[in-house]
């Protein structure tokens, strides 16, 4: 009908979140033909030891995406989060490449 509709699931990352859809609807080509995108996001400690929101995205219609390990690595070499956050969420350094 061409109205946008939102909704919460919850689910542990973008992937997990269409995996969830997937099973509820019982089949996937209803889900490619409806989803435009989804948001992930999650509240953990920032480095001051307050609250902060962080997210992560994939957008069907624009081929644009933010993984879950680009925000954390984003938000940790910006001294937002503190290693120990970073290492709990999940966080993981790429290689210096020489």
């Known amino acids: 009908t061409g109205h946008r509709v939102f909704a919460t699931i919850h689910a542990r990352g973008v992937k997990e979140t269409r995996t969830r859809l997937t099973e509820l609807l019982g089949e996937t080509t209803s889900l490619n033909h409806a989803l435009q995108g989804v948001i992930y996001q999650r509240l953990m400690p920032n480095a001051e030891g ?3 929101g962080a997210m992560a995205y994939a957008f069907v219609d ?5 993984t879950w390990q680009q925000t954390l690595t984003q938000i940790y070499e910006k001294g ?13 350094i790429a ?4």
Do not use: L, M, R, Y
């Open 50 to 52: 307050d609250v902060q």
């Open 80 to 92: 937002w989060i503190s290693n120990d956050t970073f290492q709990k969420e999940g966080g993981q």
């Open 95 to 98: 290689p210096q490449s020489s």
């Open 62 to 66: 624009a081929q644009q995406s933010c």
